[in-house]
């Protein structure tokens, strides 16, 4: 049977050190907080906005598109309406202690440049303060695959 160990009573002299060196410890972790970083997914095309924000791994911070901020059809892929889709982004975020962005534009399959509202989003979070790290261009990229639509000599209006 193992013997127990009798701690014997600490003077008062080294309790208050120890007590002192943990506030230092955690008065210097508060100081030294780390901003949050977060994932932009910008999906754009000439019909539509979508922005979805990811935290690092993964897990959805919020989501915004077009339809969410104007009624009209025509205007979701407009720049103006992304220049909101960005203010209730900022505003949502900035509660969550987000300070900084990696961004990743994304748009149709085939398409070679992306819609109007990508640029005005990235835009409009540098005003509001925010730090972009990176920005990434995530299209697909077709590699052969199935047909393309339309007949011999091509889709014709």
């Not at 972790?29 to 932009?40: G, N, P, Q, R, T």
């Not at 399959?109 to 920005?135: D, H, M």
Request: hydrophobic share 30%; glycine share 8%.
């Amino acid at each position: 049977m193992p013997k127990k160990k009798i701690e014997e009573p600490k003077e008062e002299q080294e309790v208050e050190e120890e007590t002192q060196e943990k506030g230092n410890n955690e008065e210097g972790k508060i100081s030294h907080v780390k901003e949050a970083e977060a994932i932009l997914n910008i999906y754009t095309s000439f019909n539509n906005t979508i922005a979805h924000v990811t935290d690092m791994s993964g897990r959805t911070l919020t989501k915004v598109t077009g339809g969410m901020v104007t009624k009209h059809n025509r205007l979701k892929a407009n720049p103006t309406v992304a220049m909101f889709i960005a203010k209730r982004i900022s505003e949502s975020v900035k509660d969550m202690g987000v300070k900084s962005f990696y961004i990743r534009i994304r748009t149709k399959t085939r398409n070679p440049a992306p819609g109007p509202g990508a640029s005005a989003i990235v835009k409009s979070l540098t005003r509001e303060g925010f730090k972009i790290l990176n920005i990434l261009d995530s299209s697909r990229i077709p590699r052969g695959g199935p047909k393309k639509k339309g007949g011999r000599r091509g889709r014709r209006p």
